[in-house]
Nanobody, 115 residues
């Protein structure tokens, strides 16, 4: 069964940090470009960060550059999103996506940034 499972979300104060993890099963993880998306209430889902198969070409949306870091461990079938200096506008459900000849989505994990 092909599956992506996210973890690491939660409630954090502004300026705080969280690390999200997404572990894949049932697919050849190293063959997939991995991405993190997020969707806030009433808004469209948006790309946050993406990383190449080998992990050497990360890309970020402008609003998270310098604060978020995407990385992957192909031996552990896991992609990470380190989020620092969190802001209330980062509040959303965060999803990971695997893209190759097919696309697979995780179920999402809630991140809430609030004092």
């Amino acid at each position: 069964q092909v599956q992506l499972v996210e973890s690491g979300g939660g409630l954090v104060q502004p300026g705080g940090s969280l690390r999200l993890s997404c572990t894949a099963s049932g697919l050849s993880f190293s063959n997939y470009v991995m991405s993190w998306f997020r969707q806030a209430p009433g808004k469209e889902r948006e790309l946050v960060a993406e990383i190449s198969r080998a992990g050497d070409e990360p890309n970020y949306r402008d609003s998270v550059k310098g604060r978020f870091t995407i990385s992957r461990d192909n031996a552990k079938n896991t992609v990470y999103l380190q989020m620092n200096s969190l802001k209330p506008e980062d509040t959303a459900v965060y999803y990971c996506k695997a893209r190759s000849w097919r696309t697979v989505w995780g179920q999402g994990t809630q991140v809430t940034v609030s004092s």
